[in-house]
């Protein structure tokens, strides 16, 4: 895998990316879309209509799949936490009235990164994508995303780098899956680094 994204003049980022990078990073976007699944109905452009959507109540419960409920933690205790009452009833709160915004903030996020790479394949071989300032922010949660719910898969802690996982032999299954976890980390490294540096 070779992309790595440098800084553009003027702002945004570029990385070239060849047909199989293209190819990866679309199918991951498109199992998280579907992992975090459909959008609400979309509202009418009535202002009772939008007033209605702002306060819209979403789940109160944490999802029981383990890449959501990473995705979508509880705001109050942490994951080694046993809470009380007082702190469920604080989260579930908080989870009704945040998770549908945050849900379509990740799809959008996700979207953005299949638009950009459909935009580059109809060249053959590879291209160089090119990502302007708030496409690279979309493209950042979309990468940690990623990286988030294929380190849940391969049950990455946060006290864990993931080194033990690469000397996983080859015939390992989850091994491709380690080789994307690390890959992503590098593209969103090199992304993070072209913004800032």
């Known amino acids: 895998?070779?992309?790595q994204f440098e800084p553009l003049p003027g702002g945004g980022a570029a990385a070239p990316l060849d047909e199989v990078e293209i190819s990866i990073l679309r199918s991951?976007?498109?199992q998280l879309l579907e992992l975090i699944g459909p959008g609400a109905e979309?509202?009418?452009s009535g202002e009772d209509d939008m007033l209605a959507a702002l306060f819209a109540e979403g789940p109160s419960e944490p999802p029981s799949d383990p890449v959501l409920a990473r995705l979508f933690p509880d705001a109050y205790g942490g994951p080694?936490?046993?809470?009380?009452d007082?702190?469920?009833?604080?989260?579930?709160?908080?989870?009704?009235?945040?998770?549908?915004?945050?849900r379509a903030r990740k799809r959008e996020d996700a979207l953005a990164l299949i638009r950009a790479l459909?935009?580059?394949?109809?060249e053959s071989g590879g291209a160089v994508l090119r990502l302007k300032p708030d496409e690279c922010r979309q493209w950042l949660g979309a990468l940690n995303d990623l990286r988030l719910a294929i380190g849940t898969r391969l049950e990455v802690t946060d006290e864990d780098d993931g080194g033990e996982l690469l000397r996983l032999p080859d015939s390992d299954p989850?091994?491709?899956?380690?080789l994307a976890y690390f890959w992503l980390g590098g593209?969103?490294?090199?992304?993070?680094e072209a913004l800032t540096g």
């Open 1 to 3: 895998m070779t992309g």
């Open 86 to 102: 007082g702190v469920r009833a604080a989260s579930a709160e908080f989870r009704r009235y945040t998770e549908n915004d945050l």
């Open 42 to 44: 979309p509202a009418g």
């Open 28 to 30: 991951l976007a498109v």
């Open 187 to 192: 593209l969103q490294e090199t992304l993070v």
């Open 118 to 122: 459909d935009a580059l394949s109809a």
């Open 174 to 178: 989850r091994k491709p899956m380690v």
């Open 80 to 84: 080694d936490a046993v809470p009380d």
